[in-house]
């Protein structure tokens, strides 16, 4: 029989479809993994910002979270959104249930400046769930949070991405330069050595879920049996592309495009 490789994502939502799980499920799609999700908090927002949040109580996330265990395999798994310590608890014991590489995207203020998590929680981001990934994406914003420094060189992020893999036990960093200056590079620590990740500045403020999208593309590549280099490497071709197409919607930062990679969708605009 003919195997896909499952992919899940565990997040909140973004109805206008550029982040959170609609992203997440966009990028597994497009990469060919089948992809499933876990409904953390149900967030009204849109390219402009966030408008409302409902959080899902910790006994509905476990229950979802056991109904995918229970029936379904998961050969690599992502967080987005999680907004409060409780959700952590139940996410972190339900990991101890499950066998597949888990990609921590540490998100905790929306594009917008809008908080998607609990200020008081989230230093328990880092006692129930990093020590239990295989990697954590923090954009500049989250690795300050994270390892409780300013970060403003790329010497900066090298060094937090060895702190926040020696210090706070994650399985590898991958610190995001996005929101510094010049070329847009991410440093890849893996508890060895580092890898640099580079590409050109893109003129656009159509970066919603940027984030999203990459640590999504990252999880669908593991889920593939890429190693991580080279799930990184790849996954941040797929992000920067996605970037350069992405679409003039919304009255915000507009959403990218998950499909900028299909060349016969791509060139029927050229
Ligand atoms: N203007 C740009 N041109 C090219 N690459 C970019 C640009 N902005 C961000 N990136 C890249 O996009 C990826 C996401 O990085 P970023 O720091 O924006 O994450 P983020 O802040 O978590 O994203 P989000 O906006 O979804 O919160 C990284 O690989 C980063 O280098
Ligand atoms: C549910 C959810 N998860 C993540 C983000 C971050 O995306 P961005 O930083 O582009 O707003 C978001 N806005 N909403």
Redesign the pocket.
């Known amino acids: 029989m003919r195997q896909v490789s499952c992919t899940l994502t565990i997040a909140g939502t973004d109805p206008s479809g550029?982040?959170g799980i609609q992203?997440d499920l966009k990028t597994f799609q497009e990469l060919k993994s089948y992809g499933m999700s876990v409904v953390t908090s149900v967030v009204s927002q849109n390219t402009t910002g966030v408008k409302d949040v409902h959080h899902l109580p910790e006994n509905f996330i476990m229950s979802q979270l056991k109904a995918i265990s229970e029936d379904m395999p998961v050969q690599a798994l992502k967080t987005g959104m999680i907004a409060n310590k409780k959700m952590m608890k139940v996410i972190s014991e339900w990991l101890d249930e499950v066998d597949a590489p888990y990609v921590m995207?540490p998100?905790m203020?929306?594009?917008s400046g809008d908080p998607l998590i609990e200020k008081e929680d989230q230093r328990y981001l880092k006692k129930y769930l990093v020590p239990k990934t295989a990697l954590v994406?923090?954009?500049?914003?989250?690795t300050e949070v994270l390892v409780g420094g300013i970060i403003e060189t790329e010497a900066d992020m090298r060094e937090a991405a060895e702190v926040i893999v020696k210090d706070l036990g994650a399985g590898a960093a991958l610190v995001?330069?996005?929101?510094?200056n010049g070329r847009?590079?991410?440093f890849l620590y893996d508890g060895q050595r580092f890898h640099e990740?580079?590409?050109?500045?893109?003129?656009?403020s159509n970066?919603?879920?940027?984030?999203?999208?990459?640590?999504a593309a990252i999880t669908a590549y593991l889920s593939q049996g890429h190693a991580l280099p080279q799930a990184v490497k790849e996954?941040?071709h797929f992000?920067?592309e996605a970037?350069?197409h992405s679409f003039d919607l919304g009255k915000g930062?507009g959403p990218t495009n998950h499909f900028a990679l299909r060349e016969e969708v791509f060139n029927q605009w050229l």
């Open positions: 550029g982040a992203a995207d998100v203020v929306a594009q994406t923090p954009n500049i914003p989250e995001k330069g996005g929101h510094l847009a590079v991410d990740f580079e590409s050109e500045r893109i003129d656009s970066t919603h879920g940027t984030g999203c999208t990459y640590s996954a941040k992000v920067t970037i350069r930062s």
